[in-house]
């Protein structure tokens, strides 16, 4: 995709930013849990803030969950639903993305935040971890609050340490068209011979 050739931009300053793209069904993308969990994270820490993107069946019932929780808007924003360059420039701007979905295949997010350079915190669900290794960014257990807030302060402290351009890189070789059709003609032609 075109609007996913941006080039990684080198963060600074003491604000982290987190995002999180998806439809916003819970039972699956379990968004809830990533809100509680930052609530008690905001007791500990204020380096961060969580951006909340996309839109869907449960919006209202999210938004209103953060309400509840007292998160205010320097903590927690629900953008709405951006798409093309507004979505790119919120991959560019953000220091790394979480997901926390209790089930999912390969989410195309995270070849979306990969493209932009961006490391991942997710949950090991489906076929996450074929492409989410150490150098890109972080799996954690489903459905673990403890575990969620222990891999969500280590990704404050070391998402600038990740390779940017490494990361890219990976999404070009493994995610562009010439990336996947090199991969399927390399499928062919093993069948072919057999």
Same mark, same amino acid.
């Given at each position: 995709?075109?609007?996913?050739?941006?080039?990684?931009?080198?963060?600074?300053?003491?604000?982290?930013?987190? %995002?999180?793209?998806?439809?916003?069904?819970?039972?699956?993308? =379990?968004?809830?849990? %990533? %809100?509680?969990?930052?609530?008690?994270?905001?007791? %500990?820490?204020?380096?961060?803030?969580?951006?909340?993107?996309?839109?869907?069946?449960?919006?209202?019932?999210?938004? =209103?969950?953060?309400?509840?929780?007292?998160?205010?808007?320097?903590?927690?924003?629900?953008?709405?639903?951006?798409?093309?360059?507004?979505?790119?420039?919120?991959?560019?701007?953000?220091?790394?993305?979480?997901?926390?979905?209790?089930?999912?295949?390969?989410?195309?997010?995270?070849?979306?935040?990969?493209?932009?350079?961006?490391?991942?915190?997710?949950?090991?669900?489906?076929?996450?971890?074929?492409?989410?290794?150490?150098?890109?960014?972080?799996?954690?257990?489903? =459905?673990?609050?403890?575990?969620?807030?222990?891999?969500?302060?280590?990704?404050?402290?070391?998402?600038?340490?990740?390779?940017?351009?490494?990361?890219?890189?990976?999404?070009?070789?493994?995610?562009?068209?010439?990336?996947?059709?090199?991969?399927?003609?390399?499928?062919?032609?093993?069948?072919?011979?057999?």
């Amino acid at each position: 995709n075109l609007f996913f050739q941006a080039t990684p931009l080198k963060k600074t300053g003491h604000l982290k930013r987190i %995002i999180h793209v998806s439809t916003f069904e819970d039972k699956s993308k =379990n968004i809830s849990g %990533i %809100i509680k969990s930052v609530k008690k994270l905001t007791l %500990i820490r204020s380096d961060f803030k969580l951006i909340l993107i996309g839109d869907g069946m449960d919006f209202k019932l999210l938004k =209103n969950l953060a309400l509840e929780l007292q998160l205010d808007e320097s903590q927690i924003e629900f953008s709405g639903l951006l798409e093309k360059e507004e979505l790119v420039e919120q991959f560019m701007l953000a220091d790394f993305m979480v997901i926390n979905s209790h089930y999912e295949n390969m989410p195309v997010v995270i070849n979306e935040a990969f493209a932009c350079g961006l490391p991942v915190l997710s949950t090991d669900v489906g076929g996450i971890s074929e492409h989410l290794s150490p150098v890109h960014g972080r799996l954690m257990p489903r =459905n673990n609050e403890t575990a969620f807030i222990e891999n969500f302060i280590w990704m404050l402290d070391h998402c600038r340490d990740f390779n940017s351009v490494a990361i890219r890189d990976y999404a070009q070789t493994h995610f562009s068209y010439a990336g996947v059709g090199f991969t399927l003609d390399k499928i062919y032609q093993s069948a072919s011979l057999k």
